[in-house]
């Protein structure tokens, strides 16, 4: 079974490779553009986000799945002994991805239930300072694997990557640190998460009963509420990207929470191992889906990934029909 595993990743990982690259590059082109409809504040955690997913498709994706699915072709790679830093930097990029998933359902959060932080919250330089100190933390978190792993890669068919010293596997502080990564990414941005849209899922009902009434009262409860059509967006935005997160996440957080506890009780099991490939597989998805969401939740989103998509084929068009233009005037 595991092996059929692999098979599958042989072509799964390079689908993901050659969707992902060029849809997080065109995500990060439109969003730069600012036309998006989207607030100043917004617009940054998303950028954020997609630079992320793009450097996990480079150090993940390219740099590691696929080395390891296809070791025969990479096992020069075994040669390289920058494991421990290219752990770094994978882990450190991935922390910062689901960290903004985080500060972004925090930001939409103080937007939507609590409108007197709002203004003070809610800005760009806000989101700017916001991202660069989890970018800093999680830099800083990620540098004790430097020390843990070793310097040379393992291209063994099965999910290893680097090393693991013998002075770090042996030790209870090996079992600590591992622990406790789990516990920051995903453990607790799973209840930060779940719990902030609870809470702004039960504003939501509140203020829309409470406006509905007042509304009704005036005599203008039969025409269209301009207010929450505004905020209809931004909603929708924030729960369809959260749901995704912990959609493609579960897995991966549910086998690292039993791996620690097979480990500890000095448990032997094989379907951690298929449960992994799993979290993975899925866990990789979510780099390659927040396009998507964007393209179906933002209607200002998809009329810009649509210029995008046509502006090389006009330029093209226009040089063609001027290059004849040319032409027949010298004739």
């Known amino acids: 079974m595991l092996w059929i595993f692999y098979d599958i990743q042989k072509y799964y990982y390079p689908i993901l490779v050659s969707i992902g690259l060029p849809v997080n590059v065109m995500t990060l082109v439109i969003l730069s553009r600012g036309k998006c409809g989207l607030s100043g504040c917004v617009t940054h955690y998303l950028i954020a986000m997609s630079v992320t997913d793009l450097l ?5 994706l390219i740099m590691r799945r696929l080395p390891i699915i296809f070791y025969s072709q990479f096992y020069f790679v075994t040669k390289l002994k920058v494991c421990n830093i290219h752990a770094v930097l994978l882990y450190a990029v991935t922390d910062c991805s689901v960290w903004f998933t985080v500060a972004f359902t925090i930001d939409r959060y103080v937007a939507i239930c609590c409108p007197k932080l709002k203004a003070k919250y809610c800005t760009k330089k806000k989101a700017t300072v916001i991202i660069t100190a989890v970018t800093a933390i999680c830099c800083l978190e990620n540098i004790f694997w430097y020390f843990i792993l070793g310097s040379g890669y393992t291209l063994f068919p099965y999910s290893w990557f680097c090393y693991i010293t013998n002075q770090a596997f042996y030790t209870p502080f090996w079992s600590a640190i591992q622990s406790l990564h789990h516990i920051l990414t995903p453990g607790l941005p799973f209840f930060l998460i779940l719990l902030l849209n609870s809470l702004t899922v ?18 203008v409860g039969g025409q269209k509420d301009l207010e929450l059509e505004s905020r209809k967006n931004s909603i929708v935005l924030l729960f369809v990207i959260s749901g995704n997160f912990i959609l ?6 549910v086998n690292s929470i039993y791996v620690r506890i097979a480990v500890d009780n000095f448990i032997v099991s094989y379907i951690s191992q298929y449960t992994q490939e799993i979290g993975f597989m899925l866990q990789l ?19 810009d990934l649509q210029y995008v998509l046509q502006r090389p084929i006009t330029c093209i068009t226009r040089s063609i029909k001027h290059q004849e233009h040319t032409n027949n005037l010298q004739h």
Do not use: H, P
């Open 56 to 60: 996990i498709i480079i150090l993940d």
């Open 202 to 219: 039960r504003n939501i009902l509140v203020a829309n009963r409470a406006r509905r009434r007042i509304r009704g009262m005036n005599g």
């Open 248 to 253: 493609l996440w579960m897995v991966f957080m």
């Open 285 to 303: 998805l979510s780099c390659c889906t927040n396009t998507f969401i964007y393209a179906v939740t933002q209607k200002k989103f998809r009329e």
